[in-house]
């Protein structure tokens, strides 16, 4: 798997707020690979590792050799110690990369029901470099011929893992995907995937309507930013979120009365475990979009500061409130900590907190941290960066920062740090819920 490909976009995923911010737009891909099942039909292609050995009848499998040989270029590439030479295996593989792709489409273009072409187009969606601005055009094109030709393929959960994290929500082929797919696949499993993807797709959707609604204009001055903001709201084709996230909890809901034994989605790289069945997953999801989006008073937090002073976030009912998820070992987190202590400071005597929640695992990294980056609010000890109060929030990215108004309703959320296109929005936003 190409995981430098997979950091920048779980980076991406895990960076929805800071990244629309930066105008990032992440179309599809990252997973390189997936299996079949050993007692699948020999009729159902599907991606081959680099043992598989390709029938030379297969008027693709010159192609499919050439992917199998760029993960082995990635191979060599993690392999080798830091240094020159572990630059020149970087930069070979995404040379030899980026022009099997566009011969992929090509080929797969001719021969849409060759034997390996589902398998390659599966490792073209999922791409560690798909998102990249040159080839997000091939990513694209793969999804059309995944909607025209294998809707009914059995074997789509790493594709519809795909779609549903980093899809994007406004491309039609991607939606119309996984809609068939989890209307009419013959696999219950692929439905399930199918039903839970979309649900994932569809709640993005709402959180980025209502994050476009919620970005005051002085935030995206430039003509292409102000471009990007409008084409995305006539796109949606609906400025209301609440609508958009009924469908996606209708989705969730029917995950949990139909698929609630499906497995569900593995982890990725550097993630910790999910939930094994997709039922307990969409509960989490569906929780989410009931209590921790934009226009939802915030969930109650009790527990213990790092100090082991019991804290209560509802305590501070009347003043606008930033929760920030935060954690030494974070270097965004402490990216984001001059702005914050700038930001306690100017509005000092004001209706105004700041209130951290930490995620590291001993309380002596979290002090430390705190004393040498003169952090002087106060956050909740979350002993760790799972379970807990994170856990009740659902974050899944460290930092994740909520903004409160006075009555405790959500007004903002962001999902890791953009820089001063994310300082310049918490202040907006603050300073406008401060008027």
Same mark, same amino acid.
């Given at each position: 798997?190409?995981?430098?490909?997979?950091?920048?976009?779980?980076?991406?995923?895990?960076?929805?707020?800071?990244?629309?911010?930066?105008?990032?737009?992440?179309?599809?891909?990252?997973?390189?690979?997936?299996?079949?099942?050993?007692?699948?039909?020999?009729?159902?292609?599907?991606?081959?590792?680099?043992?598989?050995?390709?029938?030379?009848?297969?008027?693709?499998?010159?192609?499919?050799?050439?992917?199998?040989?760029?993960?082995?270029?990635?191979?060599?590439?993690?392999?080798?110690?830091?240094?020159?030479?572990?630059?020149?295996?970087?930069?070979?593989?995404?040379?030899?990369?980026?022009?099997?792709?566009?011969?992929?489409?090509?080929?797969?273009?001719?021969?849409?029901?060759?034997?390996?072409?589902?398998?390659?187009?599966?490792?073209?969606?999922?791409?560690?470099?798909?998102?990249?601005?040159?080839?997000?055009?091939?990513?694209?094109?793969?999804?059309?011929?995944?909607?025209e030709h294998y809707t009914l393929q059995t074997n789509i959960s790493e594709i519809c893992r795909e779609f549903g994290f980093f899809g994007d929500p406004l491309n039609q082929s991607t939606v119309e995907f996984l809609q068939i797919a989890s209307a009419k696949n013959?696999?219950?499993?692929?439905?399930?995937?199918?039903?839970?993807?979309?649900?994932?797709?569809?709640?993005?959707?709402? #959180?980025?309507?209502?994050?476009?609604?919620?970005?005051?204009?002085?935030?995206?001055?430039?003509?292409?930013?102000?471009?990007?903001?409008?084409?995305?709201?006539?796109?949606?084709?609906?400025?209301?979120? #609440?609508?958009?996230?009924? #469908?996606?909890?209708?989705?969730?809901?029917?995950?949990?009365?139909?698929?609630?034994?499906?497995?569900?989605?593995?982890?990725?790289?550097?993630?910790?475990?999910?939930?094994?069945?997709?039922?307990?997953?969409?509960?989490?999801?569906?929780?989410?979009?009931?209590?921790?989006?934009?226009?939802?008073?915030?969930?109650?937090?009790?527990?213990?500061?790092?100090?082991?002073?019991?804290?209560?976030?509802?305590?501070?009912?009347?003043?606008?409130?930033?929760?920030?998820?935060?954690?030494?070992?974070?270097?965004?987190?402490?990216?984001?900590?001059?702005?914050?202590?700038?930001?306690?400071?100017?509005?000092?005597?004001?209706?105004?907190?700041?209130?951290?929640?930490?995620?590291?695992? #001993?309380?002596?990294?979290?002090?430390?941290?705190?004393?040498?980056?003169?952090?002087?609010?106060?956050?909740?000890?979350?002993?760790?960066?799972?379970?807990?109060?994170?856990?009740?929030?659902?974050?899944?990215s460290w930092p994740t920062v909520y903004v409160l108004d006075s009555k405790g309703m959500i007004r903002l959320k962001l999902d890791g740090y953009g820089g001063k296109r994310t300082d310049a929005l918490l202040d907006a936003v603050v300073d406008k819920l401060m008027?």
């Amino acid at each position: 798997m190409h995981k430098k490909g997979k950091r920048e976009r779980y980076a991406k995923l895990f960076s929805r707020g800071a990244g629309l911010a930066a105008m990032v737009v992440v179309v599809i891909g990252l997973f390189p690979r997936a299996g079949q099942a050993a007692d699948e039909p020999k009729t159902n292609a599907s991606v081959s590792d680099t043992k598989t050995t390709v029938e030379a009848s297969d008027p693709l499998g010159t192609l499919r050799r050439e992917a199998d040989n760029v993960d082995a270029a990635y191979a060599d590439y993690l392999k080798a110690p830091a240094g020159d030479e572990k630059d020149r295996l970087w930069n070979t593989y995404t040379q030899t990369n980026d022009s099997v792709i566009p011969k992929i489409l090509d080929g797969v273009g001719q021969f849409p029901n060759a034997p390996t072409a589902f398998g390659l187009l599966e490792w073209v969606v999922t791409n560690g470099r798909i998102s990249a601005k040159s080839l997000r055009p091939y990513g694209l094109q793969a999804t059309e011929i995944l909607r025209e030709h294998y809707t009914l393929q059995t074997n789509i959960s790493e594709i519809c893992r795909e779609f549903g994290f980093f899809g994007d929500p406004l491309n039609q082929s991607t939606v119309e995907f996984l809609q068939i797919a989890s209307a009419k696949n013959p696999d219950r499993a692929a439905r399930g995937a199918a039903t839970f993807a979309l649900a994932l797709l569809t709640k993005r959707k709402a #959180e980025e309507i209502s994050y476009w609604e919620t970005v005051p204009p002085s935030i995206y001055t430039n003509a292409g930013a102000q471009k990007a903001r409008a084409a995305f709201l006539d796109g949606a084709k609906t400025r209301d979120p #609440e609508a958009v996230l009924r #469908e996606a909890e209708q989705l969730f809901e029917t995950v949990q009365t139909n698929y609630a034994d499906v497995p569900n989605f593995q982890a990725g790289p550097g993630l910790r475990q999910p939930e094994p069945t997709l039922g307990e997953r969409a509960s989490v999801e569906l929780y989410e979009c009931q209590q921790l989006t934009v226009g939802k008073v915030a969930p109650e937090i009790q527990g213990e500061d790092i100090e082991g002073r019991k804290l209560r976030l509802s305590d501070y009912r009347g003043k606008v409130v930033i929760v920030s998820f935060w954690a030494s070992w974070c270097g965004p987190c402490m990216q984001m900590v001059p702005h914050e202590r700038a930001m306690a400071e100017r509005l000092a005597g004001k209706p105004f907190v700041l209130i951290g929640v930490n995620g590291d695992s #001993e309380k002596a990294a979290a002090k430390r941290a705190m004393a040498e980056e003169k952090m002087t609010w106060e956050s909740f000890w979350n002993g760790g960066s799972e379970g807990g109060i994170a856990g009740t929030w659902n974050v899944h990215s460290w930092p994740t920062v909520y903004v409160l108004d006075s009555k405790g309703m959500i007004r903002l959320k962001l999902d890791g740090y953009g820089g001063k296109r994310t300082d310049a929005l918490l202040d907006a936003v603050v300073d406008k819920l401060m008027e």
